[in-house]
């Protein structure tokens, strides 16, 4: 009896583990949404560049949201999904990386000022409060079910906070020094960055999942 139950208990788990997975990548994905339509707004009533992008990046961060559900909803220890939803997520950090860089490049060629915007200051503060948070248990739960995917979408998160500290930095800069480049250099710095982090996870390097 102890030995059938053994394995029953672990599956059990494991399952409880995915479900708690789940809830995160849902919390994440109705955050990013509501996150990318604020900024967006914000972002036109302002005239600024930083929000939008940073209203982007939301979008961009949804994708990997969804790609782990797709995987969790899955058999737990399905390797074929898990490889390939680390390959998506890491998809997703390299469409992050280019379009910084991208936006980067042409704020600072075309010199546009990034506006203050009391909604995106605002939503940055929030964002930086709650993507640890999130980030930490994300790794906590990749750690139980040793998914490297969603340790990998856990870097994601972590990256949104980074960001958001830019964005705050970007504007508080512009608005109280007169420093409008300080947003888009900001940017480019954390571009090979989140480049690596995508590299990484399409070779599944980033393997070492722990809490």
Partial sequence: MSHASGPRNEHSARADHARAGRRLEYFTLGWNLIEAAVAVGAGLLAGSIALIGFGVDSVIESISGGVLLWRLHADETDDRRERLALKLVGGSFL???AYVAVEAIKTLVQHETPQASLIGIGLSVASLVVMPLLARAKRRVAARLESRALQADSRQTDLCAWLSAILLGGLALNALMGWWWADPVAALLMVP?????????MRGERGECVE
Avoid: W
């Fill in 95 to 97: 469409l992050l990386a």
């Fill in 193 to 201: 960055i989140i480049a690596r982090e995508g590299i990484e996870a």
